[in-house]
């Protein structure tokens, strides 16, 4: 934990806690190894930055349920050329299942 390996992996796996937790344990091992360069990031900037996000974020979920929606759709086309097809294929062969003689074959 000295040297700071700890807090950069809590960073990393918990970035929303990073103003109240994070910084002011992370902040002297920047400073003790002279990166000090590194700030707070001002609010403006972080607001815009979730808008930004959250705006992606919007647009994956629609990309992702036309995505769905075509694919069910083309599911559906598949469902029904495959069971037209059964349904003659299953014309067919029972055909041949009949009896060539006897009282169950028809006409």
Sequence with gaps: ???GRFWFNVLVRESFNFDEV???NIEPLLEKN???AVGIPI???VE???RMKMEDLRRYKLDLQVFKDKKAVEEE???KAGKEK???EESQ???HRLPSKGPNRPP
Excluded: A, C, H, N
């Design 48 to 50: 815009t930055f979730v």
């Design 93 to 95: 062969s029972y055909s």
């Design 1 to 3: 934990m000295e040297d």
């Design 77 to 79: 086309r598949q469902r």
């Design 43 to 45: 609010k403006v900037k």
């Design 34 to 36: 002279r990166v000090t």
């Design 86 to 88: 059964t349904i003659g």
């Design 22 to 24: 994070l910084w002011p």
